[in-house]
């Protein structure tokens, strides 16, 4: 026997609430900080852009200023200039300097006497290779300019001539997000999130009660089922959720199946212990009168014998045929599938229903093309057609005439017996083939029969997975037919060898 399968349960289960909630709050919580990434960046990159284009347009306008003023002939044009750039560094973000080619300071200069002098930088020597490196050298046109990005800090240089002497114009501000501007981003972004958290758990909410509502009734349901509830009601309205729905419909089957297996089962007790108390209160019957009436009349004692002894092979045979079809279906008896004459195997079992043609008045007309081969297991195969054709026999109309052929139907093997009897009805063609089904008239039969023929029919054709049925037509007759595979037999015939 198959031992049950361990559930690996590796993870504590959750609620399909609790899992869409986890798993879209952490989504949500992702794209949230990607966007806030992402809009930072932006931003960063936006401004130091800015901070360019400023720098630029503030170089240009500088250059032109000093290029006049470098024209003044007065001795205030140095003063000039100084009072030029210091304003022009107060009233924008830009530190704004005049650096000779060595980076030393020239504008502005302040008096020994000046407080602000001591935090002024006087010198910008460390910057000069890489305002070189940016103009592509020492020698540069006059009015070029360039920027540079440094530590988040932009650079602006300008070269331009002073009283003769190559100057750079130099100035640089930083560009890095004010921490007024991350904030009110982060507000900005927690606003967002409240609201999309907010309507987050609103979807959800509706979205898992839609699911897990019906999960939860189904799961009731199953375990009504479980206790042998057969009406419990799986068919539930239409669903958002095709699997659930598809759930609930495969359930419904389930529930059918084992209700209706359940109320065979229970048939098929009530019938096994008819048909057991019919034999077994004849058999006590008859020995009870054999012991007080018979005993001593050898001709009656032997009649009663007799009966004992035909009921007790009644319970027999149905004592095997119930085994046959437990074996059988439960797999336990398992298919010793050989390749075999059919053709011989047929007329042998047909050879066995003779004697009825002798003592009963039964014809059995016979067209079995000889030489069919098939692979099956063969004792089954007989049981098979020896419940058909009893069948044929016990069920045929008054001209006790049936007919079996065996003949080749394109790529298989058409084995079918026909009889000339009141035919099977519609509403029972589908019924004959379970487990004590019979029909209500009380037929006077040749075959002794269980009830139970047509159903180790089905049974062993079902294993074997060959194609079977029954043709009827009321008060015309019935056929019933097996196909089975063809196989090829080579060199079969060794009397031809030599
Ligand atoms: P049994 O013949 O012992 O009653 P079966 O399982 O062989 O049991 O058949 C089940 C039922 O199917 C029969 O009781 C009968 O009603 C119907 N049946 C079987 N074969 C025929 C037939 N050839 N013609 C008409 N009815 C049939």
């Given at each position: 026997m198959q031992k049950p399968k361990k559930i690996k349960r590796n993870t504590v289960p959750m609620s399909v609430n609790s899992i869409l909630m986890f798993s879209f709050s952490a989504l949500l919580f992702l794209v949230i900080i990607i966007m806030g990434i992402v809009q930072g960046l932006i931003m960063q990159s936006s401004l130091t852009e800015q901070t360019y284009g400023k720098q630029i347009g503030q170089s240009?306008?500088?250059?032109?200023?000093?290029?006049?003023?470098?024209?003044?002939?007065?001795?205030?044009?140095?003063?000039?200039?100084?009072?030029?750039?210091?304003?022009?560094?107060?009233?924008?973000?830009n530190a704004v300097y005049i650096i000779d080619g060595e980076g030393k300071v020239l504008y502005p200069y302040f008096e020994e006497a000046d407080e602000t002098s001591s935090t002024e930088q006087t010198d910008f020597s460390g910057e000069m290779e890489d305002i070189h490196g940016a103009f592509g050298g020492a020698d540069s046109a006059a009015g070029k300019i360039v920027s540079y990005q440094k530590d988040k800090v932009c650079y602006t240089a300008t070269s331009m001539t002073l009283a003769g002497e190559r100057v750079y114009l130099f100035?640089?501000?930083?560009?890095?997000?004010?921490?007024?501007?991350?904030?009110?981003?982060?507000?900005?972004?927690?606003?967002?999130?409240?609201?999309?958290?907010?309507?987050?758990?609103?979807v959800i909410g509706i979205v898992s009660s839609k699911i897990s509502d019906p999960l939860?009734?189904?799961?009731?349901?199953?375990?009504?089922?479980?206790?042998?509830?057969?009406?419990?009601?799986?068919?539930?309205?239409?669903?958002?959720?095709?699997?659930i729905n598809e759930l609930s419909k495969s359930l419904a089957e389930t529930r059918d199946e084992i209700s209706k297996s359940d109320k065979m089962q229970k048939e098929l007790i009530a019938n096994v212990s008819h048909d057991f108390k019919t034999p077994l209160t004849m058999i006590k019957a008859y020995a009870s009168m054999i012991q007080e009436i018979s005993g001593d009349n050898?001709?009656?004692?032997?009649?009663?014998?007799?009966?004992?002894?035909?009921?007790?092979?009644?319970?027999?045979?149905?004592?095997?045929?119930?085994?046959?079809?437990?074996?059988?279906?439960?797999?336990?008896?398992?298919?010793?599938?050989?390749?075999?004459?059919?053709?011989d195997?047929?007329?042998?079992?047909?050879?066995?229903f003779r004697y009825?043609?002798?003592?009963?008045?039964?014809?059995?007309?016979?067209?079995?093309?000889?030489?069919?081969?098939?692979e099956a297991d063969k004792d089954k195969i007989g049981q098979v057609l020896y419940n058909l054709i009893g069948n044929a026999v016990n069920y045929t109309g008054e001209d006790k005439s049936i007919r079996i052929r065996l003949m080749r139907d394109r790529d298989r093997i058409l084995f079918d017996v026909s009889d000339t009897g009141a035919g099977i009805g519609k509403e029972e063609i589908n019924t004959i083939w379970d487990r004590y089904y019979r029909s209500a008239d009380t037929h006077k039969r040749p075959v002794k029969g269980t009830g139970l023929g047509l159903s180790?029919?089905?049974?062993?054709?079902?294993?074997?997975?060959?194609?079977?049925?029954?043709?009827?037509?009321?008060?015309?007759?019935?056929?019933?037919?097996?196909?089975?595979?063809?196989?090829t037999v080579w060199n079969l015939n060794t009397d031809d060898e030599d």
């Amino acid at each position: 026997m198959q031992k049950p399968k361990k559930i690996k349960r590796n993870t504590v289960p959750m609620s399909v609430n609790s899992i869409l909630m986890f798993s879209f709050s952490a989504l949500l919580f992702l794209v949230i900080i990607i966007m806030g990434i992402v809009q930072g960046l932006i931003m960063q990159s936006s401004l130091t852009e800015q901070t360019y284009g400023k720098q630029i347009g503030q170089s240009r306008e500088i250059y032109v200023s000093l290029n006049e003023m470098s024209n003044d002939p007065t001795a205030l044009r140095n003063l000039k200039i100084n009072n030029y750039i210091l304003r022009q560094s107060r009233e924008s973000q830009n530190a704004v300097y005049i650096i000779d080619g060595e980076g030393k300071v020239l504008y502005p200069y302040f008096e020994e006497a000046d407080e602000t002098s001591s935090t002024e930088q006087t010198d910008f020597s460390g910057e000069m290779e890489d305002i070189h490196g940016a103009f592509g050298g020492a020698d540069s046109a006059a009015g070029k300019i360039v920027s540079y990005q440094k530590d988040k800090v932009c650079y602006t240089a300008t070269s331009m001539t002073l009283a003769g002497e190559r100057v750079y114009l130099f100035m640089f501000a930083s560009s890095r997000l004010s921490s007024k501007t991350i904030l009110s981003m982060v507000v900005r972004l927690g606003i967002v999130s409240i609201g999309v958290f907010l309507a987050e758990f609103l979807v959800i909410g509706i979205v898992s009660s839609k699911i897990s509502d019906p999960l939860a009734k189904i799961s009731k349901n199953a375990r009504l089922l479980g206790t042998g509830n057969f009406n419990v009601d799986f068919e539930t309205e239409e669903g958002i959720c095709k699997e659930i729905n598809e759930l609930s419909k495969s359930l419904a089957e389930t529930r059918d199946e084992i209700s209706k297996s359940d109320k065979m089962q229970k048939e098929l007790i009530a019938n096994v212990s008819h048909d057991f108390k019919t034999p077994l209160t004849m058999i006590k019957a008859y020995a009870s009168m054999i012991q007080e009436i018979s005993g001593d009349n050898p001709e009656k004692r032997n009649k009663h014998c007799q009966v004992i002894i035909d009921e007790a092979e009644r319970l027999a045979s149905l004592v095997n045929d119930l085994l046959d079809i437990s074996k059988i279906s439960s797999g336990m008896a398992a298919l010793k599938t050989a390749v075999f004459n059919l053709s011989d195997y047929t007329v042998e079992i047909v050879d066995r229903f003779r004697y009825l043609e002798e003592t009963q008045g039964y014809k059995i007309y016979t067209d079995i093309t000889p030489d069919l081969y098939t692979e099956a297991d063969k004792d089954k195969i007989g049981q098979v057609l020896y419940n058909l054709i009893g069948n044929a026999v016990n069920y045929t109309g008054e001209d006790k005439s049936i007919r079996i052929r065996l003949m080749r139907d394109r790529d298989r093997i058409l084995f079918d017996v026909s009889d000339t009897g009141a035919g099977i009805g519609k509403e029972e063609i589908n019924t004959i083939w379970d487990r004590y089904y019979r029909s209500a008239d009380t037929h006077k039969r040749p075959v002794k029969g269980t009830g139970l023929g047509l159903s180790i029919v089905k049974t062993i054709l079902t294993r074997h997975q060959f194609d079977f049925g029954v043709v009827s037509e009321l008060g015309k007759g019935s056929r019933f037919y097996v196909k089975f595979p063809e196989r090829t037999v080579w060199n079969l015939n060794t009397d031809d060898e030599d």
